[in-house]
């Protein structure tokens, strides 16, 4: 990735992360990891099922099954309950065409809650 394009991303207060349609994790940005408690470089790859409560896990994989279905972008308001403590999201997710060809989930969530 861009140098430029990735310190931006890193640097962004928002959370912003790329899954494949298992749920593996193509890209995370460092307020996303620094949520879950782990590295870019330990989440990358993997999945963040471990991480959170089952149900939690479970309606945000169902929003990005929702996406790869429909073709269209989602919306949500969750509270996660993240390693480093909970918080009031709002999730935009959408459509990413990969250079594959294959669709991905990209998703950018902002807290609601003061930090």
């Known amino acids: 990735m861009d140098s430029l394009l990735e310190r931006l991303l890193d640097a962004?207060?928002?959370n912003i992360n790329v899954v494949d349609a298992e749920g593996r994790i193509l890209y995370i940005n460092e307020a996303t990891?620094?949520?879950l408690g782990r590295s870019k470089a330990e989440l990358l790859g993997?999945?963040?099922r471990d991480l959170l409560p089952p149900e939690q896990f479970e309606a945000i994989r169902e929003t990005d099954r929702e996406v790869?279905?429909?073709g269209k972008p989602a919306r949500t308001r969750i509270r996660l309950d993240f390693p480093t403590g909970g918080k009031l999201m709002i999730d935009q997710k959408f459509p990413l065409t990969l250079p594959d060809g294959?669709?991905?989930v990209g998703g950018i969530a902002i807290t609601l809650d003061d930090d």
């Open 12 to 14: 962004a207060p928002v």
């Open 33 to 35: 990891a620094a949520c």
């Open 102 to 104: 294959s669709i991905a």
């Open 46 to 48: 993997g999945s963040d």
């Open 68 to 70: 790869l279905r429909t």
